[in-house]
Antibody
Framework: QVQLQQSGPALVKPSQTLSLSCTVS??????????WTWIRQPAGKGLEWIGR???????NYSPSLKSRVSISVDTSKNQFSLNLSSVTAADTAVYFC??????????????????WGQGSLVTVSS | QSALTQPPSASGTPGQRVTISCSGS????????ANWYQQLPGTAPKLLIY???ERPSGVPDRFSGSKSGSSASLAISGLQSEDEADYYC???????????FGGGTKLTVL
């Protein structure tokens, strides 16, 4: 059974870098069947996709965050990480890591978020 | 402003059938499948429907999904009190090369 366990500081100062990690158990982050994804949710608001990484190191980022985001994977620890630089109060949110399952046909790739971390509230404040 | 449009709220009485709509465009729902997530208060979202109308194991068949053109819908039949939650639709957007979500629909069981 897959589990995603998030870790990282709950408080980050403005202009600094937000860093979170997601340790995966029950499946290898090197599996070709999944992307590894970050999503956030400001208090009382909806979900916002941040970005994802594949086993080959390929990434996709939200256009609105692309200049500040970096997602990496550490196969030795079976975890993946999020770095968001130059944070402001607008980056205060609950951050979720998630596994994005892949189903490929000859013409299309279908994906969905089938497992989620517990969520980490990160507050940006001095 | 979310890329996918959902009604902010929906309601029904126990046993009733409710539907939640999700309107997108040709670059997201119109060309890719839609997924639905249920989020209970204070918890992480849970996959409810994937590939427009597929249910993961463990999700009751009271939940069903459909799609027509650039719009998707989630139907919940035999409404139960534990269905009270926020529901989100999501789809990959080819123009953005990223995922877009609906703003979420808060379902109240009266």
């Amino acid at each position: 059974q897959v589990q995603l366990q998030q870790s990282g500081p709950a408080l980050v100062k403005p202009s600094q870098t937000l860093s979170l990690s997601c340790t995966v158990s029950g499946v290898s982050v090197s599996s070709i069947s999944y992307y590894w994804t970050w999503i956030r949710q400001p208090a009382g608001k909806g979900l916002e996709w941040i970005g994802r990484i594949y086993v080959n190191g390929g990434t996709n980022y939200s256009p609105s965050l692309k200049s500040r985001v970096s997602i990496s994977v550490d196969t030795s620890k079976n975890q993946f990480s999020l770095n968001l630089s130059s944070v402001t109060a607008a980056d205060t949110a609950v951050y979720f890591c998630a596994r994005e399952a892949i189903l490929s046909s000859w013409s299309h790739e279908y994906t969905w978020f089938d497992s989620w971390g517990q969520g980490s509230l990160v507050t940006v404040s001095s | 402003q979310s890329a996918l449009t959902q009604p902010p709220s929906a309601s029904g009485t126990p046993g009733q059938r409710v539907t939640i709509s999700c309107s997108g465009s040709s670059s997201n729902i119109g060309s890719n499948t839609a997924n639905w997530y249920q989020q209970l208060p204070g918890t992480a979202p849970k996959l409810l429907i994937y590939k427009d109308n597929e249910r993961p194991s463990g999700v009751p068949d009271r939940f069903s999904g459909s799609k027509s053109g650039s719009s998707a819908s989630l139907a919940i039949s035999g409404l139960q009190s534990e269905d009270e939650a926020d529901y989100y639709c999501a789809a990959w957007d080819d123009s953005l090369s990223g995922w877009v979500f609906g703003g979420g629909t808060k379902l109240t069981v009266l």
